[in-house]
């Protein structure tokens, strides 16, 4: 199993178990999460509890509806950005990052963070913005949204801030 951690932060943000798509000349990974329900889910099985002098046992079944990547790699829900404080994030982001990139990697991150950028700008009021369970400031924000007509979210990674671990 490969997991992927950020970066800057070391915090696991990704796994194998999650198909991905590059986009945006590979500078944004795509995946699709979905709603799952966590916890005990009650099951009617027909019989009748009051009928058989059962009383409730006082068991917790709480179901609760997670998005699985979120919960799985406990990511943290930010406050979303205007344009003026992503692009504030994404100035700062490029400068923490590149030096941790070899070389060649810091030639392809320059050329393409722009159009990344770009492409991110234009879903903005759409996206939800997370950080990894460090909720360190410096760390990648991991993007999520709903494509039309989706009822699970989609997320999108800085593919170049992923540092890919064997488990």
């Known amino acids: 199993m490969l997991v992927y951690q950020d970066l800057l932060t070391g915090d696991e943000l990704l796994s194998d178990s999650y198909p991905y798509k590059e986009i945006e000349n590979g500078m944004l990974w795509e995946v699709e999460g979905k709603w799952v329900t966590k916890g005990v889910v009650e099951v009617d099985i027909?019989?009748?509890?009051s009928a058989e002098g059962?009383?409730?046992?006082?068991?917790?079944?709480?179901?609760?509806?997670?998005?699985d990547i979120v919960d799985v790699f406990r990511l943290q829900e930010q406050?979303?950005?205007?344009?003026?404080?992503?692009?504030?994030?994404?100035?700062?982001?490029?400068?923490?990052l590149t030096?941790?990139?070899d070389a060649e990697k810091q030639e392809l991150f320059k050329k393409h963070?722009?159009?990344?950028?770009?492409?991110?700008?234009?879903k903005l009021k759409d996206l939800q913005f997370f950080v990894g369970e460090s909720m360190h400031d410096d760390g990648s924000l991991v993007f999520a949204y709903y494509k039309d007509g989706a009822a699970d979210p989609t997320f999108l990674y800085f593919a170049y801030a992923l540092k890919e671990i064997k488990c």
């Not at 027909?46 to 509890?49: E, L, S, V």
């Open 99 to 101: 030096p941790k990139l």
């Open 54 to 67: 059962g009383e409730d046992e006082g068991v917790d079944d709480t179901a609760v509806k997670v998005v």
């Open 79 to 96: 406050p979303a950005f205007d344009k003026k404080q992503f692009l504030g994030f994404v100035k700062r982001y490029i400068k923490l």
């Open 113 to 122: 963070i722009e159009g990344a950028t770009k492409y991110l700008l234009c």
């Open 46 to 49: 027909g019989a009748n509890a």
